[in-house]
């Protein structure tokens, strides 16, 4: 079993930054990819970007050089790091760990707006 809690959400305005917070905590050696994924009202959820357990990231066209995935093993923690952020930015985003099952946090929301 794997837990996850995701903070760091928020308020911001289009051009500004926030840093979302991922913390796993259970059998968190067996996790193979952790990930991040959004979903915007009325619409599916859609991966952001992911990391693997060898340090691969992959990251999803609208958020590529704008985005930034990072695992912290001593912090046992997960970072997406989030700059240039844009109106269609705004959804709630969840963290996602895959092992030989798959684990997601409760979301946390990021509005982005003047």
């Known amino acids: 079993q794997v837990q996850l809690v995701e903070s760091g959400g928020g308020l911001v305005q289009p051009g500004g930054s926030l840093r979302l917070s991922c913390a796993i905590s259970g059998s968190r050696f067996s996790i193979y990819r952790m990930g991040w994924f959004r979903q915007a009202p009325g619409k599916q959820r859609e991966l952001v970007a992911t990391i693997t357990s060898g340090g691969s990231t992959n990251y999803a066209d609208s958020v590529k050089g704008r985005f930034t995935i990072s695992r912290d093993y001593a912090k046992n923690t997960v970072y997406l790091q989030m700059s240039s952020l844009k109106p269609e930015d705004t959804a709630v985003y969840y963290c996602?760990?895959?092992?030989?099952?798959?684990?997601w946090g409760q979301g946390t929301q990021v509005t982005v707006s003047s």
């Open positions: 996602n760990a895959v092992t030989s099952s798959t684990y």
